[in-house]
């Protein structure tokens, strides 16, 4: 409804969890409830790979076709997500120095 609403380009589901973020982040705690549902979630999470397997294989062909191409990309959004997630923990770290040297206490 907030997407649509507010006619932003993005899915729901990010803004969803942007939102979700945003209230644990206020609450400083997962809530009981959430930390449940997500533990079960994540015991079952290698199953939700099955499908995309499945996919892959019906697709062999293409990606002989095509391994060029699609290694690049890997390397290249590979190497892009390290880059920004090396910067985003350093940048982390330093509010959470600023944090502590403030005299806030713990994170």
């Keep these: 409804m907030i997407v649509r609403f ?3 380009p993005l899915p729901g589901a990010v ?3 942007a939102i979700l973020f945003s ?7 997962l809530p009981d409830g959430l930390k449940t549902i997500a533990d079960g979630l994540l015991r079952y999470l290698p199953v939700m790979f099955v499908p995309a397997g499945v996919g892959v294989m019906a697709d062999v062909q ?3 076709d095509e391994w060029g191409a699609l290694l690049a990309t890997l390397v290249l959004s590979a190497t892009i997500t390290l880059a920004a997630t090396a910067w985003s923990f350093g940048a982390v770290t ?3 120095s ?3 040297e403030r005299g806030n206490g713990s994170v």
């Excluded at 209230?23 to 705690?29: D, F, K, S």
């Design 6 to 8: 507010l006619a932003v």
């Design 15 to 17: 803004v969803g969890c």
């Design 23 to 29: 209230v644990v982040l206020v609450r400083g705690r």
């Design 62 to 64: 293409r990606l002989q």
């Design 94 to 96: 330093r509010l959470a």
């Design 98 to 100: 600023r944090w502590r």
